[in-house]
Structure formats: structure tokens, C-alpha cells
């Protein structure tokens, strides 16, 4: 081999890359075991854009082929809430996580509040059944034409329309530490859909039975005020504003409810 042909092939590697530390599991019942990847860069990258060149090329960082991580995700604008893991120790979307805003190694792991289905892919069904438990939507009297609906005041229709933002993503609730296995805390974006439905001129219909489900067990009196949900919300939703509001509508219908008696 010539000294030049020698030299270009001693010469370290300048190609710019990106570390990755992804806490994996095998399946529900599996322990939880770190590996660690390397994967090209490329200028505008997301974690998402990472994890698919780690599946079009299997290997870890020692050069061992291994299962392909998996993860879950959708329509990459932030809009599905699918792609929730917890990246450098936050709760956030995985699409817009932008490698270049990121400290390296990336730290993925799955958003542990909820049962680990496999690597960072989660099982979020007890958001939707916390929704199912506030009725967090508007009844219809069938499917026919039923005309305009009634008309919202503008004022309302703002901070409502906030509200609807929420994509049942599920960082308010990795994010708060009174969901855990010891509570039912229902969590913050369930509230806060209790209090748009309830603003609602014929979501009203069902207001009654979201308070009282509300005081019932998981309720709002086990929220603990922690506030980290409004921090990581990815929607900016106010939802200690909901809380709040949701605590003061609790308070008068528990006070209507004794007067009744
Ligand atoms: S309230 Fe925000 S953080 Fe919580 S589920 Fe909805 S969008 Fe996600």
C-alpha cells in the first residue's frame, strides 16, 4: 500500500454522527437494559428521523446486529400525540424533538407511567378510559342533519378552543407524580377535558355526571398541585387554569348536591 493510500485509510472518520442511548425492553414482562447506537447525521434530523435509520440498519454501537427498536408514531407535526417518550429525562414528542437543540448522547426511553408494550412503544389505554370516565364529548341525537349547532360566545370560544388542542399524548400525565401505581389520578388533561365538554352549550347536557365523576375516585382531590403538567404540555395548554376552574365547579355542585338534600 502507498504512504498516501495508508495514510487515508488510518485517518479518522470526519463524517458528523449522532449518539443515541435507548433504555429498551423486549415486551411487557421483559427488564428494562440500555444500548447504545450511532447513527449519520443528517442537517434538520429529528428523534424520529434517528430511530428509522436505526431500523433501515440494525446495529448497535459495538457493531452487533440487534432487534430493531420500536416506537410509534404518525403524522410527525405534532399533532397525533403517538410519538410521547421521554427524551433527555422530559416527556415530549418524538418529531419534534430536533437533534441540533439536543445535548448528546440522546437519552430515549419509554414513558414509564404507563405499561411498556415494547421498547418505547406504551399503552396509553388508561387515558381513554379516563376520558370515557369525564365523557369527554358532546352527545348527538343521531346521525341526520340536525342544523347549526348552538353558537358559542366568542370569549368562550377562545379558551375553549385552547382546550380542544389537547391530542392525548400523555406527557402531563408521565410528567405528574401523583399518577403512579399507588393512585387512580386520573391526570390534568382529563380535567381539562371535563371543563371544555362542560362549556359546552350541549356538552352541558352531561355536566353533572363529569363533576360527579370527577370527585369520584382518581378524582381531581388527587391532584397534588405539582404544576409540572402545564410545563410540559407540547399544546401549551393552561391546565392548572382548568384545574382550578374544575375545583370551583366541583365545590358548587358538592354545595348544590348537601342544599338538595
Ligand atoms: S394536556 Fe397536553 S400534555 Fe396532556 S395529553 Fe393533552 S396535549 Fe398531551
Redesign the pocket.
Known sequence: MSEAATATAQAPSTKKTVELVIERQDGPDGAPYKEEFVVDYVPGMNVIACLQAIQRNPVNKAGKPVAPVTWESNCLEEVC?AC?MVINGR?RQACSALVDQLEQPIHLKPARTFPVVRDLVVDRSR?FEALKKVKAWIPIDGTYDLGPGPRMPEVDRQWAYE?S???????????CPNVNDKTEFM???AI??ARLFNAHPTGAMHRAERLEALMGPGGIQECGNAQN?VQ??????P?TTSIAAMNRQVTYHAIGAWLKK
Do not use: H
Open positions: 400525540g410521547m416527556p387515558m382546550l388542542r389537547c391530542f392525548t399524548c400523555g406527557a402531563c400525565v408521565e410528567a391526570g390534568a388533561f381539562s377535558q403538567c410540559v404540555c407540547p399544546k401549551g395548554i391546565l
